[in-house]
């Protein structure tokens, strides 16, 4: 399981604690209960990253919020990370047509959320061309200054438009939608369904994509949000957590003649 988010090890503050417990506990023992003890600490910042991070078309992210706790049994510590899996390995779906898919495990985006973007430009242009079936009625066309009369003949052929446009659109990625013309008469449209579900947008000159700020339009990245505003709650289930654990393991060790509560040397 792929977890990118923040890395919490137990806090310096902690440190005699914690060699009091390596003194007690055998290393494998050590790691596994400081993994415990991480689980529990860390779960009110999971909670509350799940409760502020936003749901965009594919809802990805917030479904990805997880955490993954790792003991180093060699060493007798452990390390706890929250975050969004972006392992991309669990079964996934078109999330509405598109290239774009849903899945559990998808949060490849989550930088760009937390950190921003730079500006963007599309500057690559594309010629439009559609098929059109031509008149099957006789019509007149100006050519050359004159009119002349034509006899159309139902003909489906491609037409390429003259005129080089840049676009930015959502088609491919996010999947199909359908332009809705805009009341008021100005030739306004509107994408079906609407932004951010999915966007277009056409012009004539290179299409400049303005920068995303960290947090989005919010403001409030959500891996720092949810660390600052949980750090104490972590803290406080750490003292309480390792003072518990250290009184328990001198309880015990008055029942033993070893000098591990374990009883034994290693695990």
């Not at 055998?26 to 749901?55: D, G, S, W």
């Not at 080089?164 to 359908?178: C, D, H, K, Q, V």
């Not at 947008?201 to 959500?222: F, H, L």
Request: aromatic share 8%; glycine share 8%.
């Amino acid at each position: 399981m792929a977890v990118a988010g923040v890395r919490i090890r137990i806090f310096n503050d902690f440190k005699p604690v914690i060699d009091e417990l390596g003194r007690i506990f055998p290393p494998k023992y050590a790691a596994n209960e400081l993994a415990r003890i991480l689980r529990k600490a860390v779960a009110p910042m999971v909670n509350r990253l799940r409760q502020i991070t936003p749901v965009g078309p594919t809802g990805n992210l917030k479904r990805a919020v997880s955490k993954k706790v790792i003991p180093y049994r060699a060493d007798g510590t452990a390390l706890a990370l929250v975050g969004y899996t972006r392992a991309g390995r669990r079964d996934s779906a078109s999330a509405a047509g598109g290239s774009v898919r849903a899945g559990p495990d998808r949060a490849f985006h989550q930088w760009w959320l937390e950190y921003g973007t730079k500006e963007r430009k599309i500057t690559t242009p594309k010629r439009r061309q559609y098929q059109r079936r031509s008149p099957t009625k006789p019509f007149a066309r100006r050519r050359n200054g004159q009119y002349e009369l034509v006899m159309g003949k139902g003909v489906l052929h491609t037409v390429t438009e003259k005129t080089e446009t840049y676009i930015a659109s959502s088609f491919n990625s996010l999947g199909p939608f359908r332009m809705i013309r805009q009341g008021g008469g100005d030739g306004r449209v509107q994408t079906d369904p609407p932004y951010p579900n999915a966007f277009f947008k056409k012009s004539k000159t290179p299409i400049q994509i303005p920068a995303t700020p960290a947090g989005g339009v919010a403001g409030r990245p959500p891996l720092n949000t949810a660390f600052m505003e949980t750090q104490e709650q972590i803290a406080t289930v750490l003292q309480e957590e390792l003072s518990l654990t250290l009184a328990e393991a001198w309880a015990a060790l008055r029942y033993k003649d070893s000098g591990t509560v374990s009883g034994t040397d290693s695990l």
